[in-house]
Every structure is written in C-alpha cells, then in structure tokens.
C-alpha cells in the first residue's frame, strides 16, 4: 500500500503544488527533474510534490517508467483513445436490445457509442455502425413496448421502488399489479419483467413470482413504498431460467421434466454446432440415420409452440403429456 504524502504545511509549498498541477493539466509530461528546471523548484522538493498528487489524485495522475526516473502526466476524463471494437461491443448489445428503442437507457448506450467512436485512434476507419450491425429476431419491431415504461421498469430496480401497472393477460383479462422488480428479461419473444407481485386483482398471484411482458403493462408508474432486493442465495435469474426454453416460465410448484425427442437425419449437421438448450443431451444417432436427444424442460407453451412448429421432423417419445400437449394444438 503506498504511503500518502504528508500536506502541505506553507501557502508557498501549496503555490508550488497547484503550479505544477497546471502544467500536468495542461499536457506536459514531467519528470522531477524537469519540473525543477521549468518551474525553478528544488528538485528533492519538486519530487514529493508530484509524488503527493499521485497519491491524492491516483486517477488522474499516473506515472510512467522512463529510464530510471519517473515521468507524471494528467489523464482527463475519457482522453485515452478507445479500442475499435469496443465501440462496436456497445452498439451490438444497443442493437440486440431493440425493445429499449427509444428509451433513456437506449440513449445512454447511443451516448457511449459515439463518445468511444469519437476516441478511436488516429487513422481508424469509420465504421457504419447502423449497416455494420443489423439485429434481426422476433422482436424485432417490438409493437406496444412504451419505451416510458421502459425507463420507469429500469428506474424502479435501481431506487428499489414497487411498481403500479395495468396488465393485459393473454386471454384479454385486465389486472391491476402491484410488482417489485427485480430483473428486466430481454428475449425473442420480447422485453419481460420479473419480480414479486405485493398486490393484484388477480388474488393467486399476490405474494408470486411473476413474470410480466412489458408490451403488455400499461400505466408503468413508480410507487413511494421500497423494497429489499432479494439476496443472491435466495434469488439468482439463471436459477429461475435454467430449465426455461424461451422466457416462459411455468407455474411456481412446476418441476422440469425429462424430454425426449426424436428428429429427422438432416438435424445432425445443426445439433452438431447449435445445442437447442443448454441442458441437451449429446445426440445419439439411430441406424435410420434419425437422432435422439434428451432435454431437461419445463412444458411450457413457447416449448409447444416451437415443437408443433417442426411438424414431422420431430417426434415426442416422453412425456406423454408434452406429447399430447402438443398434438391438441
């Protein structure tokens, strides 16, 4: 651990210190020795004094090897050149979260983007970040999604503050929840929002896990009561989403259920580089050239939807249920 300069204990030691804070705020690179000469200090003097400001200030001035002195220099804030891809990093995250289109948190991302570009080295291409990146997945054009809402979700997990909306379930039913947002679940089928429901007119939900479609909240407001968030050995959303095929998630007392498909020989090339989730099986190749994998699911409807979507490419062997599940359509 370095040791911390004593302060300064004169006004002219305190002239000498701010005199040589300006000239490493104005861009010179010192060493002790020429900041004695430039600035006509005692060289032995001259050395605390920059010593002190790195201490003081480890951020903004650092120090550099140059032969066997030590040369100080003042960083500004986002003065150091940016990697490249470090811009692109960003736009790609902005881009593969469409549902915040338009959204505070959206423009914070298009700020980082260009304040990186702006710091790429000199001599860099520009890059067309909008044609260089193109986010192309189900939700895409993701219609009704309240980029207010948005920003009142994302407001409220970090105030842990409770949430008020209006919800339009699948069947049509509206309801009034009350939620504690934890997590924001961006996905294929959409922007999500999980967390406890404190209070709904939907009365088996209250005290719940919950997980709600922000396209479908309307009238997001924050409220005045807070929360605890929970702790991360009573909640972790891998946990929660680990036997999830999409971000459906099924009832509370729900248990996965071991799957077993079986899917046309030309699915061998494409299992062979894309498991479809991450609990399958290694697949096993039958004589006829067909394949079997092994899933460890939840049966939920994203899970139907998709199977039914195969048509004969696929048959369910187990279960049962998912198997008849799927046939009723």
Do not use: N
């Not at 005199?19 to 006509?40: D, K, V």
């Not at 549902?99 to 983007?113: F, I, N, P």
Request: aromatic share 6%; net charge positive.
């Amino acid at each position: 651990m370095v040791e911390e300069s004593p302060p300064p204990r004169s006004p002219q030691i305190v002239i000498e210190i701010l005199r040589l804070l300006q000239a490493l705020m104005q861009g010179q690179r010192l060493t002790a020795a020429e900041a004695a000469r430039t600035h006509a200090f005692q060289q032995p003097a001259v050395r605390r004094h920059l010593q002190a400001l790195a201490d003081v200030l480890r951020d903004r001035v650092v120090t550099e090897k140059d032969g066997k002195s030590l040369r100080y220099r003042f960083v500004w804030p986002r003065q150091e050149q940016s990697d490249p891809t470090t811009a692109v990093a960003l736009e790609l995250a902005r881009t593969a979260l469409v549902s915040l289109r338009g959204s505070a948190l959206d423009a914070r991302l298009g700020e980082l983007v260009e304040d990186h570009q702006r710091r790429a080295p000199p001599g860099t291409a520009p890059l067309d970040l909008a044609r260089v990146l193109y986010g192309r997945t189900r939700a895409q054009q993701p219609r009704g999604v309240d980029a207010d809402a948005v920003d009142q979700i994302v407001r409220a997990i970090v105030e842990r503050r409770q949430l008020t909306f209006a919800y339009s379930h699948f069947g049509g039913k509206h309801a009034r929840v009350v939620l504690e947002p934890w997590t924001l679940v961006p996905s294929d089928d959409g922007l999500f929002c999980y967390g406890k429901c404190v209070d709904s007119d939907v009365e088996a939900h209250i005290d719940t896990r919950r997980l709600f479609k922000v396209a479908r909240m309307q009238r997001v407001r924050r409220a005045a009561e807070t929360f605890l968030y929970p702790t991360p050995d009573v909640y972790q959303p891998a946990e929660v989403f680990r036997h999830c095929f999409g971000a459906f998630l099924p009832d509370e007392d729900a248990h996965p259920q071991p799957i077993t498909l079986r899917l046309a020989p030309r699915w061998a090339a494409f299992l062979a580089h894309e498991p479809l989730h991450a609990t399958q099986s290694a697949p096993r190749t039958l004589p006829d050239g067909r394949l079997e994998i092994d899933l460890l699911l939840y049966l939920t409807l994203d899970l139907e939807r998709w199977l039914r979507g195969l048509g004969r490419e696929v048959e369910i062997l187990a279960p049962t249920a998912l198997k008849d599940r799927v046939a009723k359509g």
